[in-house]
């Protein structure tokens, strides 16, 4: 049996903490905060973008089937679906639009060299995690 980190928490390793800190200050992310921190609640977000859950309740029974795993992933609070709604309602948006401008500009300084694969002429940018399938050459 192995006894080494979870993929999803190895993933995490490689978020920088500092500026996440950075971002959480800045905008108050913990105040009158006791058991649900922001980190929690980006965890929960992360791994239920990675594993395409739909909803809250979705995201609460995938979590809670796994709980003797979550502090092993970072998660250090309760999931349940009134708090992941709380939390997505008071806390303040900026601190993940911020979180994940410093994360493109990380991942442009990293990557600005290398070619893309395909030519394109003008600028991509991603909007959102939503699949739309598209042909190229159908849509230049």
């Not at 309740?57 to 709380?86: F, P």
């Not at 990293?110 to 893309?116: C, G, I, K, T």
């Amino acid at each position: 049996m192995y006894f080494g980190k979870i993929i999803f928490s190895q993933i995490i390793d490689h978020l920088p903490m500092h500026t996440f800190r950075r971002c959480v200050n800045r905008y108050r992310g913990h105040y009158k905060v006791k058991h649900f921190s922001c980190l929690d609640q980006y965890l929960c977000r992360a791994f239920a973008q990675l594993t395409y859950r739909e909803s809250l309740r979705d995201i609460q029974a995938c979590l809670r089937a796994q709980q003797s795993k979550l502090y092993h992933i970072g998660i250090r609070g309760k999931v349940s679906r009134n708090t992941l709604a709380n939390a997505n309602k008071v806390r303040d948006w900026r601190i993940y639009a911020d979180l994940a401008q410093s994360l493109i500009h990380m991942a442009r300084r990293l990557y600005s060299h290398e070619d893309f694969g395909v030519q394109l002429d003008e600028t991509v940018s991603a909007l959102d995690a939503t699949t739309i399938d598209l042909c190229l050459s159908v849509f230049p």
